[in-house]
Structures are given as structure tokens and as C-alpha cells.
């Protein structure tokens, strides 16, 4: 079975930083294209960023363009993402997931994980 696991969630003060990682097993890994998603209580699931398999390509969102960073490391089946200049906003639950080709559409993807809470304080 596919598993996708995040982990490095948390609880940081506005202005701070945050990285996350997300674990994959039971796929092949550089095959997959991969995203972040997050949703906050009360509103929609919204894509975050996304990656190709190779790594080669990236696409941010508006909200976090020049703040976070996706990276992806092939040989450990995992994906990161780091997040700076925090704020109250980002506050969320960040899914990671895995899609045949890069998208910013949820329809897209073929794999979630659970999520992990990302809580910004101010």
C-alpha cells in the first residue's frame, strides 16, 4: 500500500520558520510528481506548491511565493517544504500528495497523506 507520511508541524511565532518533510513508501517515488496543500478551519483546501519528479520544475502559489520552498530528495522517497516569513494565515493543515504530473489541481493527485497541523502565532 502507498503511504505518505508529514512530519515536522508545529507551533511558531509569527516571522518564524517551519520545514516540513513528507515520507513516501509503496511507490516509485521520482515517478510522481509531488504537492502541498493546506487547509485552515472553515475554508477550502488550497494548493500550497508542487514539484516534478525530477525536481526540476516548481509551482508556487501567489500567498507564498518568495516565503516557502519545496525541495525534493529522490533517493530518500522524501519531499520538503520550508517555510519563512510565517504568518498568522498560514496557519493550516498542510497535506502532502502525489500526483502522475505536476498540478495545482487537487483532482490531480492520486495519494494523501493524513496532514499535519502548521499552527502561527502572533
Known amino acids: 500500500q502507498v503511504q505518505l507520511l508529514e512530519s515536522g508541524g508545529g507551533l511558531v511565532q509569527a516571522g518564524g520558520s517551519l520545514r516540513l518533510s513528507c515520507t513516501a513508501s509503496g511507490l516509485t517515488f521520482s515517478s510522481y510528481a509531488m504537492g502541498w496543500f493546506r487547509q485552515a478551519p472553515g475554508k477550502e483546501r488550497e494548493f500550497v506548491v508542487a514539484i516534478s519528479g525530477s525536481g526540476s520544475s516548481t509551482y508556487y502559489a501567489d500567498s507564498v511565493k518568495g516565503r516557502f520552498t519545496i525541495s525534493r530528495d529522490n533517493a530518500k522517497n522524501a519531499v520538503y517544504l520550508q517555510m519563512n516569513s510565517l504568518v498568522p494565515e498560514d496557519t493550516a493543515v498542510y497535506y502532502c500528495?502525489?500526483?502522475?504530473?505536476?498540478?495545482?489541481?487537487?483532482?490531480?493527485?492520486?495519494?494523501w497523506g493524513r496532514g499535519i497541523q502548521v499552527t502561527v502565532s502572533s
Open positions: 500528495a502525489a500526483a502522475r504530473m505536476m498540478s495545482r489541481l487537487s483532482w490531480n493527485y492520486n495519494y
